[in-house]
């Protein structure tokens, strides 16, 4: 018990940590007029946050488990999606997001994987519903992050779609991929004591990309701060509306 206890707190603290550091580097990012360095930084640190929170819930093995086999699918994904435009259209990474591997940011599974386990953690059900619900979680974050790495010139898309320049297949491959990692992590990690850390890990980033696309970004976007911010904030109030209740 007492070992459970000290997984926990070292856990949960070396999580608060990363995210307080991550929450920091995302600050300074509007400040800068080209913050490619501090994106990743941002991106490495979500990553670390995230697992030091899914250890405190499940244990370091299972966490890093999770954690490796959603970056690998994500990395998959993004290097056929690269390749022959499937499963999210056709567009292709710029040269400015480096290094790369085959045409992939190596960060980008990294992105994909921490925001996947806060994803698993806001959805609630059990079985497909959760592995469900926590998909469409995922896909909601992609209504800030597309718009937002399109505005920085990290990749380009071959055909303009509705959504600032998005193509609607791009959310289709979004839920497609996000589905598939859901139910990696749901075998891998669930059951987790108290996944409370990934939860603030959603909402944080639900909150500072609503407030980035509303106020800080340059010209702001009320559009994707509604859009995202409405889809994200969902999920994150039901989260905390369920803690709240126990």
Do not use: K
């Amino acid at each position: 018990m007492t070992d459970v206890l000290t997984r926990r707190r070292t856990g949960s603290v070396a999580g608060a940590l990363l995210l307080s550091a991550m929450v920091a580097a995302q600050v300074a990012t509007g400040l800068q007029p080209r913050p490619i360095g501090l994106t990743s930084l941002v991106v490495i640190l979500l990553a670390l946050s995230s697992v030091a929170f899914a250890a405190a819930a499940c244990g370091l093995r299972r966490a890093v488990s999770a954690f490796a086999s959603a970056a690998a699918l994500g990395y998959g994904s993004e290097l056929l999606g690269v390749t022959t435009g499937v499963p999210f259209g056709d567009y292709a990474y710029t040269a400015v997001l480096q290094p790369q591997l085959f045409g992939v940011p190596v960060i980008v599974p990294l992105a994909w994987a921490g925001m996947g386990l806060a994803a698993y953690a806001v959805a609630r059900g059990t079985g497909l519903t959760r592995i469900g619900l926590g998909a469409v979680a995922l896909t909601a974050w992609d209504l800030f992050l597309d718009p937002q790495m399109i505005r920085l010139g990290l990749w380009a898309w071959e055909h303009d779609g509705p959504y600032r320049g998005v193509p609607l297949t791009n959310f289709a491959g979004w839920l497609v991929v996000s589905f598939l990692m859901m139910a990696l992590i749901h075998a891998l990690a669930r059951d987790t004591a108290d996944d409370t850390g990934l939860v603030t890990v959603y909402t944080v980033m639900a909150v500072m990309e609503t407030l980035g696309f509303a106020l800080v970004f340059q010209p702001p976007d009320p559009l994707v701060a509604a859009c995202g911010g409405l889809a994200m904030g969902a999920f994150a109030v039901l989260a905390w509306r369920r803690r709240w209740q126990r």
